[in-house]
């Protein structure tokens, strides 16, 4: 998700594709180019990261198995916080 007019920039990872700490399980066939694969998506991750950084974005990631809920209340008291004036939910 884009929030264009406050630079917010939102990513949900999915924890086998980006490799998450928690829960990723390197594969048990063709493991080689499969994690190949996971590494290159985590290195373009950061990439990403960094050049959104760069032209002023703020950048969020989730993973897949954290609740809805709080990625949604976060990001919107962060896009909230943003924008001009900085008001937030409840103001």
């Known amino acids: 998700m884009v ?45 990403t990261d960094e050049r959104l950084r760069e032209a002023g974005w703020l950048v969020l990631r989730f993973w897949e198995h954290e609740p809805s809920d709080a990625c949604a209340d976060k990001i919107a008291v962060t896009v909230l916080a943003r924008r001009p004036g900085g008001t937030t939910c409840g103001d």
Do not use: L, M, Q
């Open 3 to 47: 929030f264009r007019s406050v630079k917010v920039a939102v990513f949900i990872d999915g924890c086998y594709w980006h490799g998450c700490p928690e829960h990723y399980v390197p594969p048990k066939t063709n493991s080689g180019y499969w994690s190949e694969k996971v590494v290159r998506n985590v290195n373009r991750d950061r990439d």
